[in-house]
């Protein structure tokens, strides 16, 4: 049994990660790793970065074709794909977000980790709507790249 | 329940106005006589299928059978069409077929504009606020007649209904878990939170205990912080989280805490929940001494399963069966929906508890049968019958399809072993 059936937080070992190139250019990372009957990224993305073997079968990201446009992030029902892009000391995440109210461009919010555990403060860099769920960029200092999953506003 | 002389009302969500007459009732109901309260006009309505609740089985199975070319009365208590899914503001799962990602709400409304569309003007027939509360014998030769009250304009109108095939697609009830002060005010069942929520818009409380980590647990706690309401912690008494890792993923980062093995012990208050014991369960399931945890809250949702509607079916005389794959006593059927009663069909919630998206495939399934079964383009009916089919297997392919799977394929050999 691995431990996030039991806590419902996954650990780094759970997923694929890309290296620290595709980081720097950009990439889609899906936190979907239960074969769940369920498809939506795939035919959301538009270069089709994003395969299934069969509709209960984990995503897989191709971290090379992705173009980090973030449309699934707004697609998942499982609110479960984050954008992560390194930028010099800065890492930028994308993440869904489906609270009022939406954080304005250029506030600071508190940033959570899978646990909801406060990491600090990050910067709003972008905002973005779609459908109902807001889509938002944050700035977080480089080593949170991969624990920053939240924001408070 | 009897409520102005209306027979097998379900109280819990009957409007109570000034002057009504609740009566228990302890016999098979007969057709209601006039009485004083209400001015009751009898209409007779002769169509080719009766359906009972328009979740998306119903409105699925209506779209279907009206596509063939039969005559549809769709039926349902609320006062409007989509059951359970005008309550789910999260956007839903599954392929693009069942219109994943999706919310719920929005996949209400598309199906109801298909329900108006022009091409079914003279086909699907659609009754809201009334319930189908009894079936009758009638000597009718191929017809079943069936009681249903109107409550429009809060003025009840009875109507009989007779049908030459009747699909039931009423869904399912919550279960309730027994322990000391769970009559208080504020204990409620998820399905009451959502609908206070995300129907009347109203908050059910300031700080919640959800009881139950499966979907609907997870999904109506997370509902429950977006509507501002602080969620305490999520007790599960399964020694693992039994919805989707995302949907606790979610609820994790929001901060809120999952305790698997844990239970509420009882509920205390005066005249309302003030807070919660829960206690942790050893390895059979049974509260660890000492290990319990008062928890401050003046809410406490439970979200401990449903039970598939059979009442109507059961009256019938259709063959039952216990199946607790599927979440109790259902209607025995085949892969077709029917049951054993002939041209009385089941599907969605009601025939095993599962899911919106198998739901929707299982009442076009049903919808498309029954109008094969009256003689609406026999060839056409069955092609569209065996895609849905193989959707169905499709959908139930994976881990989470095991249980379904597994219910169904038991209620296939219950099926075959019958006398
Ligand atoms: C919190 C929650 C989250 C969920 N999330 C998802 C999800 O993400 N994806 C998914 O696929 N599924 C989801 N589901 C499951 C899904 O909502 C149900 O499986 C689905 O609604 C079942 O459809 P149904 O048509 O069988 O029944 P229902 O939707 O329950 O509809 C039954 C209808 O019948 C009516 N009715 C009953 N008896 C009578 C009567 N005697 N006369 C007239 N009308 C009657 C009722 O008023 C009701 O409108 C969720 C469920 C819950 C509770
Ligand atoms: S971010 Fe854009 S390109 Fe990358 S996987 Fe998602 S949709 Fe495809
Ligand atoms: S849409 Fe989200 S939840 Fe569904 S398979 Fe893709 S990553 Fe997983």
Redesign the interface.
């Given at each position: 049994?691995s431990d996030?059936?039991?806590?419902?937080?996954?650990s780094i070992s759970d997923l694929v990660l890309p290296t620290n190139e595709q980081l720097e250019k950009g990439v889609a990372i899906t936190?979907?790793?239960?074969?769940?009957?369920?498809?939506?990224c795939v035919?959301?993305c538009p270069v089709h970065a994003i395969s299934m073997k069969?509709?209960?079968a984990l995503p897989v990201v191709d971290y090379d074709a992705c173009i980090a446009c973030g449309r699934c992030v707004g697609?998942?029902?499982?609110?479960?794909i984050f954008v992560v892009k390194v930028q010099g000391d800065q890492a930028l995440i994308t993440l869904p977000y489906?609270?009022l109210p939406r954080p304005q461009k250029g506030e600071s919010v508190s940033v959570?980790?899978?646990?909801?555990?406060t990491m600090g403060k990050g910067k709003i860099i972008r905002v973005k709507q779609q459908?109902?769920?807001s889509i938002i960029t944050v700035s977080v200092e480089k080593k949170y790249a991969m624990d920053v999953?939240?924001i408070r506003v | 329940m009897e409520v102005n002389g209306i027979p097998n009302v379900r109280t819990c969500i009957a409007p109570l106005l000034e002057g009504v007459a609740v009566r228990m009732q302890d016999r098979l109901a007969s057709w209601p006589q006039n009485n004083t309260d209400n001015a009751f006009v009898s209409t007779v309505q002769d169509i080719d299928i009766l359906i009972v609740g328009a979740g998306p089985a119903g409105m699925e199975a209506a779209l279907q059978a009206a596509t063939f070319g039969a005559s549809v009365l769709l039926v349902d208590e609320n006062q409007r069409v989509g059951g359970q899914l005008i309550k789910q503001t999260h956007k839903f799962f599954g392929s693009k077929e069942e219109k994943a990602g999706t919310r719920g709400i929005s996949i209400a409304k598309d199906l109801e504009d298909q329900l108006c569309d022009d091409r079914f003007k003279d086909k699907i027939d659609v009754l809201l606020d009334a319930t189908v509360f009894g079936f009758y014998e009638d000597d009718t030769e191929d017809r079943y007649t069936f009681g249903v009250i109107s409550r429009k304009e809060y003025k009840s109108r009875l109507i009989k209904v007779v049908c030459r095939s009747v699909i039931f697609t009423v869904g399912a009830m919550e279960n309730m878990l027994l322990f000391p002060g769970n009559d208080l005010p504020g204990v409620y069942g998820a399905g009451a939170v959502q609908t206070l929520m995300n129907v009347y818009g109203v908050k059910p409380g300031e700080r919640v205990l959800m009881v139950g980590a499966g979907n609907v647990g997870l999904i109506v706690g997370y509902q429950l912080l977006q509507a501002g309401i602080k969620v305490d912690r999520v007790v599960e008494a399964a020694p693992t989280i039994g919805g989707y890792h995302v949907h606790a993923a979610k609820l994790r980062r929001c901060s809120v805490p999952i305790y698997t093995r844990h239970s509420i012990k009882e509920v205390f208050g005066a005249d309302c929940v003030k807070g919660a014991v829960v206690v942790e369960l050893d390895d059979h399931w049974n509260p660890i001494q000492g290990s319990e945890e008062i928890v401050t809250c003046d809410t406490v949702c439970l979200a401990v399963g449903l039970t598939p509607s059979t009442r109507l079916l059961e009256q019938i005389g259709v063959d039952m069966a216990l199946v607790p794959e599927a979440g109790g006593y259902i209607a025995l059927h085949d892969e077709r929906m029917q049951t054993s009663v002939p041209r009385v069909y089941v599907a969605g919630d009601s025939s095993g508890i599962e899911e919106a998206s198998t739901a929707m495939i299982e009442g076009k399934i049903a919808g498309a049968m029954a109008a094969k079964q009256l003689g609406y383009q026999q060839e056409k009916a069955q092609t569209a019958y065996e895609g849905f089919l193989k959707e169905l297997k499709r959908l139930r392919a994976g881990p989470f399809g095991a249980k379904p799977r597994d219910a169904k394929q038991r209620i296939q050999r219950l099926w075959r072993k019958r006398p």
């Open positions: 049994m996030f059936e039991n806590t419902g937080i996954l936190e979907c790793i239960q074969r769940i009957p369920c498809n939506p035919d959301s069969d509709i209960n697609v998942c029902p499982g609110l479960a489906e609270f959570l980790d899978r646990a909801g555990k459908g109902r769920t999953r939240n | -």
